[in-house]
C-alpha cells in the first residue's frame, strides 16, 4: 500500500457536484492498493496514520498525533499512486490492484481506522473525485507498507 498523507485545516471530496466527505483538522489521505496488499498492510498503515506526530504542541513542536488532537482522516481511493512514469510519457497503472481486491483493502484500512476512533469520512471508491483541501503546514509524507 501507499499512502500520501497531507496535514489539512479543512477538506472534503465531491462526487456529482454532492460532498460525499468533509472533515476539519486532520489529514486527507490518498489510498494506492497494489496486487500483494494484504488487510495486514491495511491495519499497518492505520496504525501509523493515527499516530503519525506532525501536529504541533504548545511549543510549536510536532509532538501530537492525530489521535492527541481529537483529528479526522478524509479517506480517497488513489489508484494512480501506482501509475510507473518511468518509460514514455503515458504512466502504466499495472501495479495497481483491480477493482474488487482494491476496494476491499481500501475499506478495511478505512476501517481499522475508525476502531482506533479516528472519524472517516471518504470519497466514493472508483468515481471521478474533486477533492478541495487547507494545507496545513504544509505537512505531506508518503507511506508505504
Request: with cysteine; hydrophobic share 40%.
Amino acid at each position: 500500500m501507499r499512502l500520501v498523507v497531507q496535514r489539512s485545516k479543512e477538506a472534503n471530496v465531491t462526487v456529482d457536484g454532492k460532498i460525499t466527505g468533509s472533515i476539519t483538522k486532520g489529514f486527507v489521505v490518498l489510498v494506492g492498493v497494489t496486487h500483494e496488499d494484504r488487510e495486514e498492510d491495511a491495519a499497518f498503515l492505520a496504525g501509523k496514520v493515527a499516530n503519525l506526530r506532525v501536529f504541533e504542541d504548545d511549543a510549536g513542536k510536532m509532538n501530537l498525533s492525530l489521535m492527541d488532537v481529537g483529528g479526522e482522516v478524509l479517506s480517497v481511493s488513489q489508484f494512480t499512486l501506482y501509475g510507473d512514469c518511468r518509460k514514455g510519457r503515458r504512466p502504466n497503472f499495472m501495479e495497481a490492484a483491480k477493482p474488487g481486491h482494491a476496494s476491499a483493502i481500501y475499506d478495511a484500512f478505512n476501517r481499522f481506522l475508525e476502531e482506533k476512533g479516528v472519524k472517516v469520512e471518504t470519497g466514493v471508491f472508483g468515481a471521478m473525485m474533486d477533492v478541495q483541501l487547507t494545507n496545513d503546514g504544509p505537512v505531506t509524507l508518503i507511506i508505504e507498507s
